[in-house]
C-alpha cells in the first residue's frame, strides 16, 4: 500500500466532478438522524404477535427509508458495487441465520423459551442490515459519501450540545442529575457511541492529512463533539474503541506512507485526552470496581455499581454457556429465567458482598451485558464462531482493499476506524435490537464493505 497518486479501478465508481445529489442519497441522510434518536422520544404504534407486544418505531421507518434508497441506488447503477464486499454478506447473512435458528431451537429442550418475543427481537436486529447493503449501493461519489459522514457528524455534535446543556443542570431529554453522566437525545452509552464514531472520522482526516478546508472544518468538528460528547457520556466501552481506531488510523496511514511525526502526535494527543476525560468521568466507579476487585478497602456499599454489575452479569452469562456450550441456551435467553435461573445460586456464592438486584430477577432482567459473553451463552459455540467469522470478514475485506489500492482509499479506511469502535462498544452494549448502535453497526460494515475513493486534497 504505497502513495502514488492514483486510485485503485474500484475507487473510480463515478467521477469525483459529479454533483448531483440522487433522490437516494437524500433519503438515505435524511433517515440517519432517526437511526439516533433514543426510542423514548419515538413516536410508535403497537400490535400483537400471539401473546407478545410489537411496537414500529420512527426508526423502524427510517431504516425502510434507507431499505428504498438501496433499492433505487441499485435500479439506477446496478449491484456491481456489492461484489466487494461478498464476504460480508455471506458472513453476516450466515449469522443472522443463526440467529434466527437461535430463536426456535431452544424450544428442543426448553418449553418456557418465549419464542415470539425473541423472534420479534431478531427480526429488528437484522432488519438493520439493510444499512450495510445501502453504503456501496447508494453512495457512489465522494460526495454522496461526505454527505452521509457530514449528517452523522452533525448529529454527533447536536447530541453532544443537548448533553452538555443537561450537564450544567437544563432539564430536557431525560437529563440525568447535573454535574454527571448525560444522555443528549441519544442513551448514555449510545452517547458515547456516536461520539467515538465522529472521533473516528477525525482520526481519519488527521491521519490521512488534507488541504481541503471543508475537511478541515468536519475534522475539527468531528473531534470537538467526539471528544466532548465521549466525556459527558462516561461510556468508557466507547472510549476503548476511540483508542482502538486512534491505534488503527495510525498503523494504517504509517503503511500508507502518508503519517509523518506531526500528525502521528496530534492521534496520540487526541487519544490521551479522551482516556483521561472518560477515566475522570468515571472515577467513583472505577474506585468502586478496583475495591470489588480486592484492591484497597472493601466497599460496604449494597447500592449497585455499574463495572462490578456488568462482571456479575458476564459470570452469569459464562455460567449458561458452560452448561449448553455447542448450541447456547437461545437468542435473548440471558433474560429468561428458565436460562440464568439454574446458575444463579452460584453467581450469589461467587459474589456474597453484592446486592440482591446486581442479580438477574423477573423484577430485573438485566440480560448479559457484552456481546462477546452473550453470543457464547445464547448462541453458543457454534453461534460464537459466526459471529467472529462476520467481524473478521468485515476487517479482511477492508484490509485487503487497502493494500491493493495506490492511495488510501477513505470508505475502507473509515470502515476499518468504525469497526475498531465498534469492538470496543461491544464490550458494555450487547445485542439489543432497535438502537443507534445497531446503525453504526451495519454503516461500519457497510464502509468496510464499500468500493474506495480518494478524498479532495488529500496529502499523498
Excluded at 484497597?296 to 456499599?301: E, K, L, V
Aim: charged share 10%.
Amino acid at each position: 500500500m504505497g502513495a502514488e497518486i492514483e486510485a485503485s479501478p474500484a475507487a473510480r465508481v463515478r467521477p469525483l466532478q459529479h454533483l448531483e445529489i440522487t433522490p437516494a442519497v437524500a433519503l438515505f441522510a435524511v433517515a440517519m438522524p432517526v437511526l439516533f434518536l433514543h426510542a423514548s422520544f419515538q413516536p410508535a404504534l403497537g400490535s400483537s404477535f400471539g401473546s407478545t407486544q410489537v411496537e414500529l418505531r420512527l426508526s423502524d421507518l427510517a431504516v425502510l427509508a434507507i431499505g428504498v434508497a438501496a433499492a433505487l441506488g441499485a435500479r439506477r447503477d446496478g449491484v456491481a458495487s456489492l461484489r466487494q464486499g461478498r464476504a460480508v454478506w455471506l458472513a453476516a447473512g450466515v449469522f443472522l441465520l443463526w440467529v434466527f435458528a437461535a430463536s426456535f431451537y431452544p424450544l428442543a429442550t426448553n418449553a418456557a423459551y418465549p419464542w415470539r418475543t425473541h423472534l420479534v427481537t431478531a427480526v429488528k436486529y437484522s432488519e438493520y442490515a439493510l444499512i450495510a447493503l445501502a453504503v456501496p449501493l447508494v453512495l457512489r461519489t465522494m460526495r454522496d459519501v461526505l454527505i452521509v459522514i457530514w449528517t452523522l457528524v452533525l448529529v454527533s455534535a447536536a447530541a453532544t450540545a443537548v448533553a452538555l446543556l443537561q450537564f450544567f443542570g437544563v432539564d430536557l431529554f431525560r437529563a440525568w442529575p447535573a454535574g454527571g453522566r448525560q444522555p443528549g437525545f441519544v442513551g448514555v452509552d449510545d452517547l458515547g457511541m456516536l461520539s467515538a464514531a465522529a472521533y473516528a472520522v477525525a482520526l481519519a482526516l488527521v491521519a490521512i492529512g488534507t488541504r481541503d478546508r471543508r475537511l478541515r472544518a468536519l475534522a475539527w468538528v468531528a473531534a470537538v463533539a467526539g471528544a466532548l460528547g465521549m466525556v459527558l457520556s462516561g461510556a468508557l466501552a466507547a472510549v476503548l474503541g476511540a483508542l482502538l481506531a486512534a491505534l488503527a488510523a495510525a498503523l494504517v496511514a504509517r503503511r500508507a506512507s502518508v503519517l509523518d511525526v506531526r500528525r502521528a502526535a496530534v492521534i496520540a494527543l487526541m487519544a490521551i485526552v479522551v482516556l483521561a476525560g472518560g477515566v475522570f468521568m468515571r472515577s467513583s466507579a472505577l474506585g468502586s470496581f478496583a475495591r470489588f476487585a480486592g484492591v484497597g478497602h472493601s466497599d460496604t456499599g449494597r447500592a449497585v455499581e455499574s463495572y462490578s454489575h456488568r462482571w456479575v452479569l458476564d459470570y452469569v452469562g459464562l455460567k449458561m454457556f458452560l452448561r449448553q456450550p455447542v448450541l447456547g441456551a437461545g437468542w435473548q435467553a440471558g433474560y429468561d429465567e428458565s436460562a440464568y435461573g439454574p446458575v444463579l445460586a452460584d453467581a450469589h456464592q461467587r459474589f456474597p458482598s453484592q446486592p440482591a438486584q446486581a442479580f438477574p430477577s423477573p423484577a430485573h432482567p438485566w440480560g448479559i451485558q457484552s456481546a462477546y459473553v452473550e453470543a457464547l451463552a445464547e448462541l453458543g459455540l457454534v453461534g460464537a464462531a459466526l459471529f467472529g467469522a462476520w467481524i473478521a470478514a468485515g476487517f479482511w475485506t477492508a484490509v485487503r482493499a487497502l493494500k491493493r489500492a495506490r492511495a488510501l482509499e477513505w470508505q475502507p479506511f473509515l470502515g476499518v476506524l468504525w469497526l475498531c469502535v465498534v469492538l470496543g462498544v461491544w464490550n458494555g452494549l450487547w445485542f439489543i435490537a432497535g438502537i443507534p448502535f445497531d446503525a453504526l453497526i451495519w454503516l461500519a460494515f457497510g464502509f468496510a464493505a464499500a468500493p474506495g475513493l480518494l478524498l479532495p486534497g488529500t496529502r499523498r
